[in-house]
Protein backbone atom coordinates (compact mmCIF):
# COMPACT_ATOMS: atom_id res chain seq x y z
CA UNK A 1 0.00 0.00 0.00
CA UNK A 2 1.33 3.72 -0.19
CA UNK A 3 3.53 4.70 2.63
CA UNK A 4 5.58 7.79 3.70
CA UNK A 5 8.73 7.41 6.05
CA UNK A 6 11.39 9.43 7.61
CA UNK A 7 14.56 7.52 7.69
CA UNK A 8 15.68 9.71 10.60
CA UNK A 9 13.24 10.13 13.68
CA UNK A 10 15.42 12.27 15.40
CA UNK A 11 18.12 14.58 14.09
CA UNK A 12 20.20 16.99 16.23
CA UNK A 13 22.64 19.86 14.42
CA UNK A 14 24.77 22.68 15.87
CA UNK A 15 22.97 26.24 15.24
CA UNK A 16 24.52 27.69 11.81
CA UNK A 17 24.93 24.70 10.71
CA UNK A 18 22.92 22.74 7.30
CA UNK A 19 20.10 19.91 8.30
CA UNK A 20 19.29 17.44 6.07
CA UNK A 21 16.23 15.73 6.58
CA UNK A 22 14.89 12.66 4.39
CA UNK A 23 11.69 11.07 3.51
CA UNK A 24 11.16 7.79 1.45
CA UNK A 25 7.61 7.01 -0.55
CA UNK A 26 6.42 4.53 -2.20
CA UNK A 27 3.64 5.68 -4.16
CA UNK A 28 5.53 6.04 -7.80
CA UNK A 29 2.31 7.90 -8.60
CA UNK A 30 2.69 10.54 -6.42
CA UNK A 31 3.29 14.10 -8.56
CA UNK A 32 3.02 16.59 -5.58
CA UNK A 33 5.37 16.37 -2.40
CA UNK A 34 5.29 18.97 0.56
CA UNK A 35 6.65 19.10 3.40
CA UNK A 36 5.61 20.45 6.89
CA UNK A 37 6.87 22.30 10.31
CA UNK A 38 5.45 21.50 12.97
CA UNK A 39 5.67 23.10 16.47
CA UNK A 40 4.65 21.83 19.67
CA UNK A 41 1.12 22.49 20.29
CA UNK A 42 0.40 24.13 16.76
CA UNK A 43 -0.42 23.02 13.50
CA UNK A 44 1.57 21.81 10.19
CA UNK A 45 3.00 24.78 8.56
CA UNK A 46 3.40 24.39 4.96
CA UNK A 47 7.60 24.72 4.26
CA UNK A 48 8.09 24.17 0.75
CA UNK A 49 6.74 22.28 -2.09
CA UNK A 50 7.45 20.35 -5.39
CA UNK A 51 6.02 18.90 -8.56
CA UNK A 52 7.32 15.39 -9.86
CA UNK A 53 7.92 16.97 -13.11
CA UNK A 54 11.10 18.81 -10.91
CA UNK A 55 14.68 17.90 -9.35
CA UNK A 56 14.68 20.90 -7.27
CA UNK A 57 13.40 23.80 -5.73
CA UNK A 58 14.71 26.41 -3.54
CA UNK A 59 13.35 28.64 -0.82
CA UNK A 60 14.15 31.15 1.34
CA UNK A 61 17.18 28.79 3.31
CA UNK A 62 15.54 25.83 2.21
CA UNK A 63 15.63 23.27 -0.56
CA UNK A 64 13.93 20.39 -1.51
CA UNK A 65 15.27 17.37 -3.73
CA UNK A 66 13.28 14.88 -5.45
CA UNK A 67 14.94 12.06 -6.91
CA UNK A 68 12.07 9.81 -8.26
CA UNK A 69 14.21 7.17 -9.39
CA UNK A 70 14.57 5.87 -5.79
CA UNK A 71 11.60 7.57 -4.57
CA UNK A 72 13.28 10.06 -2.16
CA UNK A 73 12.73 13.32 -0.94
CA UNK A 74 14.81 15.85 1.11
CA UNK A 75 14.95 18.99 3.05
CA UNK A 76 17.49 20.98 3.32
CA UNK A 77 17.89 23.66 5.83
CA UNK A 78 20.92 25.96 5.63
CA UNK A 79 22.33 28.00 8.43
CA UNK A 80 19.81 26.41 11.10
CA UNK A 81 18.53 28.34 13.72
CA UNK A 82 17.00 27.93 17.10
CA UNK A 83 13.81 28.56 15.81
CA UNK A 84 13.76 25.53 13.36
CA UNK A 85 13.43 23.41 16.17
CA UNK A 86 10.53 21.34 15.42
CA UNK A 87 8.63 18.22 13.80
CA UNK A 88 9.09 18.20 10.03
CA UNK A 89 6.83 15.78 7.91
CA UNK A 90 7.01 15.39 4.44
CA UNK A 91 3.52 14.71 2.73
CA UNK A 92 2.79 13.15 -0.51
CA UNK A 93 -0.60 13.33 -2.61
CA UNK A 94 -1.63 9.81 -5.15
CA UNK A 95 -2.31 10.70 -8.80
CA UNK A 96 -4.30 7.94 -8.69
CA UNK A 97 -7.05 9.77 -6.38
CA UNK A 98 -8.34 13.08 -6.79
CA UNK A 99 -5.13 14.61 -5.29
CA UNK A 100 -6.19 15.87 -1.62
CA UNK A 101 -5.68 12.70 0.21
CA UNK A 102 -2.32 13.33 1.72
CA UNK A 103 -0.16 11.02 3.05
CA UNK A 104 2.12 12.22 5.84
CA UNK A 105 5.09 10.52 7.04
CA UNK A 106 5.93 9.98 11.02
CA UNK A 107 7.99 12.79 11.16
CA UNK A 108 11.11 13.72 11.92
CA UNK A 109 12.41 15.90 14.91
CA UNK A 110 14.93 18.88 14.42
CA UNK A 111 16.63 19.94 17.45
CA UNK A 112 19.40 22.82 17.12
CA UNK A 113 21.77 23.29 19.63
CA UNK A 114 23.32 26.49 20.74
CA UNK B 1 -1.99 36.74 6.53
CA UNK B 2 -5.01 35.24 6.31
CA UNK B 3 -5.37 31.83 8.64
CA UNK B 4 -7.81 28.79 9.47
CA UNK B 5 -9.49 29.04 12.48
CA UNK B 6 -10.58 26.25 14.75
CA UNK B 7 -13.12 26.38 17.91
CA UNK B 8 -12.86 25.23 20.56
CA UNK B 9 -9.01 24.58 20.75
CA UNK B 10 -9.84 21.77 23.72
CA UNK B 11 -12.86 20.19 23.81
CA UNK B 12 -12.93 17.14 26.73
CA UNK B 13 -16.34 14.84 26.45
CA UNK B 14 -17.68 12.06 27.49
CA UNK B 15 -18.01 8.60 25.57
CA UNK B 16 -20.73 7.69 23.83
CA UNK B 17 -21.11 11.81 23.64
CA UNK B 18 -21.28 13.33 20.16
CA UNK B 19 -18.98 16.47 19.62
CA UNK B 20 -18.70 19.44 16.75
CA UNK B 21 -15.35 20.76 15.62
CA UNK B 22 -16.03 24.16 14.09
CA UNK B 23 -13.13 25.38 11.87
CA UNK B 24 -13.21 28.52 9.65
CA UNK B 25 -11.13 28.18 6.19
CA UNK B 26 -9.31 31.18 5.00
CA UNK B 27 -12.07 32.81 2.98
CA UNK B 28 -11.25 32.29 -0.81
CA UNK B 29 -10.60 29.24 -0.36
CA UNK B 30 -12.54 26.20 -2.17
CA UNK B 31 -11.36 22.85 -0.30
CA UNK B 32 -11.51 21.70 2.93
CA UNK B 33 -10.31 19.13 4.93
CA UNK B 34 -9.86 17.40 8.35
CA UNK B 35 -7.23 15.49 9.68
CA UNK B 36 -6.81 14.04 13.24
CA UNK B 37 -3.39 13.10 14.63
CA UNK B 38 -3.38 11.09 18.09
CA UNK B 39 -0.88 11.72 20.41
CA UNK B 40 3.20 10.86 19.22
CA UNK B 41 1.56 9.51 15.95
CA UNK B 42 1.61 10.74 12.17
CA UNK B 43 -1.57 13.36 11.00
CA UNK B 44 -4.05 10.75 9.29
CA UNK B 45 -6.21 12.30 6.05
CA UNK B 46 -10.01 12.09 7.55
CA UNK B 47 -12.02 13.74 4.67
CA UNK B 48 -11.93 16.37 1.59
CA UNK B 49 -15.03 18.99 0.83
CA UNK B 50 -15.05 20.74 -2.29
CA UNK B 51 -18.52 22.27 -3.88
CA UNK B 52 -20.73 21.13 -0.70
CA UNK B 53 -19.89 17.40 -1.01
CA UNK B 54 -17.23 15.66 0.23
CA UNK B 55 -14.94 14.17 -2.67
CA UNK B 56 -12.30 12.19 -0.62
CA UNK B 57 -12.73 10.17 2.94
CA UNK B 58 -10.22 7.77 4.28
CA UNK B 59 -10.77 4.32 5.95
CA UNK B 60 -11.36 6.57 9.39
CA UNK B 61 -14.18 8.72 8.14
CA UNK B 62 -16.54 5.93 9.16
CA UNK B 63 -20.69 6.97 9.61
CA UNK B 64 -19.38 7.96 12.82
CA UNK B 65 -18.05 10.98 11.33
CA UNK B 66 -19.95 13.45 9.12
CA UNK B 67 -18.88 16.75 7.56
CA UNK B 68 -21.04 20.46 6.66
CA UNK B 69 -20.39 23.59 5.50
CA UNK B 70 -23.46 25.48 7.31
CA UNK B 71 -23.09 28.88 5.86
CA UNK B 72 -20.57 30.93 3.77
CA UNK B 73 -17.49 30.80 6.21
CA UNK B 74 -18.01 27.43 8.97
CA UNK B 75 -16.64 24.08 8.24
CA UNK B 76 -17.38 21.25 11.29
CA UNK B 77 -16.84 17.65 11.59
CA UNK B 78 -19.38 15.99 13.55
CA UNK B 79 -18.38 13.14 15.91
CA UNK B 80 -20.92 10.98 16.74
CA UNK B 81 -21.26 8.41 19.92
CA UNK B 82 -17.23 9.18 20.93
CA UNK B 83 -14.81 6.45 21.33
CA UNK B 84 -11.98 6.48 24.12
CA UNK B 85 -9.69 6.11 20.69
CA UNK B 86 -11.17 9.25 19.15
CA UNK B 87 -9.05 11.56 21.94
CA UNK B 88 -6.50 12.74 19.23
CA UNK B 89 -5.29 16.42 17.64
CA UNK B 90 -8.26 17.30 15.02
CA UNK B 91 -6.74 19.85 12.54
CA UNK B 92 -8.83 21.74 9.60
CA UNK B 93 -6.90 22.73 6.92
CA UNK B 94 -8.30 24.88 3.46
CA UNK B 95 -6.74 25.27 0.20
CA UNK B 96 -7.65 27.07 -3.24
CA UNK B 97 -7.41 24.09 -5.62
CA UNK B 98 -7.57 20.45 -4.58
CA UNK B 99 -3.55 19.41 -4.79
CA UNK B 100 -2.13 22.77 -3.80
CA UNK B 101 -0.69 24.21 -0.42
CA UNK B 102 -2.81 23.32 2.14
CA UNK B 103 -3.01 25.59 5.14
CA UNK B 104 -4.15 24.21 8.92
CA UNK B 105 -5.49 25.54 11.99
CA UNK B 106 -4.03 25.32 15.11
CA UNK B 107 -6.31 22.14 16.16
CA UNK B 108 -8.45 21.58 18.74
CA UNK B 109 -6.99 18.60 21.26
CA UNK B 110 -10.15 16.46 21.13
CA UNK B 111 -10.47 14.59 24.85
CA UNK B 112 -12.91 11.49 25.48
CA UNK B 113 -13.05 10.39 29.12
Known amino acids: GESVGLHLPTLSVQEGDNSIINCAYS??????FIWYKQESGKGPQFIID?????DKRQGQRVTVLLNKTVKHLSLQIAATQPGDSAVYFC?????????????FGPGTRLSVLP | EPEVTQTPSHQVTQMGQEVILRCVPI?????FYWYRQILGQKVEFLVS????????KSEIFDDQFSVERPDGSNFTLKIRSTKLEDSAMYFC???????????FGPGTRLTVT
Open chain 1, 27 to 32: NSASDY
Open chain 1, 50 to 54: IRSNM
Open chain 2, 49 to 56: FYNNEISE
Open chain 2, 27 to 31: SNHLY
Open chain 2, 93 to 103: ASSQSGSNEQY
Open chain 1, 91 to 103: AENGADNYGQNFV
